[in-house]
């Protein structure tokens, strides 16, 4: 079964830098999806970025993007010119192939971003 | 807007009195789904559907129920509702395979 692993429970960062959260993850499955999702305060899911396992290339949407290693199985998330409005639980998740097509979420990071 | 809808938003109800959490969504998905998120646990999917009429259980199925008359309807039923069923839940839906999924803002549901 597919797992995913979230080492930092917590992190923090100043207004206008930059941050890493990391999430590695077990498959033995080739092709395959990774998403990052950010839930804020309101506990809504947010889907930040999406990345396909047969593309080398990393993903980027405006601020964010992923460091993807598929030979170590390492999917992270840089934030940049981190915003307030940054300030969240962010869970790395990975879409299983067939079947129930579920999540599966690591247990999340919670960032904070300081003025 | 393409969006997830969920009602209620919050629920408090007592143990075995039947409940109905409705998802709809509006972008013709084929996939949808419904998660419960536990503290220490994280998100574990309860049932999931891959088009009309067709749904399987999750991780979690025990307690809930779920119908997909139509594409954009997939609700949550709790015949007998208990106090472990306490939960934050989400309902979800995805276009096709390898897409992520959209979620509606969560259904806070409390049993006593």
């Known amino acids: 079964a597919q797992t995913v692993t979230q080492s930092q429970p917590e992190m923090s960062v100043q207004e206008a830098e930059t941050v890493t959260l990391s999430c590695t993850y077990d498959?033995?499955?080739?092709?395959?999806?990774l998403f990052w999702y950010k839930q804020p305060p309101s506990r809504q899911m947010i889907l930040v970025i999406r990345q396909e396992a047969y593309k080398q290339q990393n993903a980027t949407e405006n601020r964010f993007s992923v460091n993807f290693q598929k030979a170590a199985k390492s999917f992270s998330l840089k934030i940049s010119d981190s915003q307030l409005g940054d300030a969240a639980m962010y869970f790395c998740?990975?879409?299983?192939?067939?079947?129930?097509?579920?999540?599966?979420f690591g247990k999340g990071t919670k960032l904070t971003v300081n003025p | 807007e393409a969006q997830v809808t969920q009602n209620p938003r919050y629920l408090i109800t007592v143990t075995g009195k039947k409940l109905t959490v409705t998802c709809s969504q509006n972008?013709?998905?084929?996939?949808m789904s419904w998660y419960r998120q536990d503290p220490g646990l994280g998100l574990r999917q309860i049932y999931y559907s891959m088009n009309v009429e067709v749904t399987d259980k999750g991780d979690v199925p025990e307690g809930y129920k779920v119908s997909r008359k139509e594409k954009r309807n997939f609700p949550l039923i709790l015949e007998s509702p208990s106090p472990n069923q306490t939960s934050l839940y989400f309902c979800a839906s995805s276009l096709s395979s390898g897409y992520g999924y959209t979620f509606g803002s969560g259904t806070r549901l409390t049993v006593v």
């Open positions: 498959t033995s499955e080739s092709d395959y999806y």
């Open positions: 972008m013709n998905h084929e996939y």
């Open positions: 998740a990975y879409r299983t192939q067939g079947g129930s097509e579920k999540l599966v």
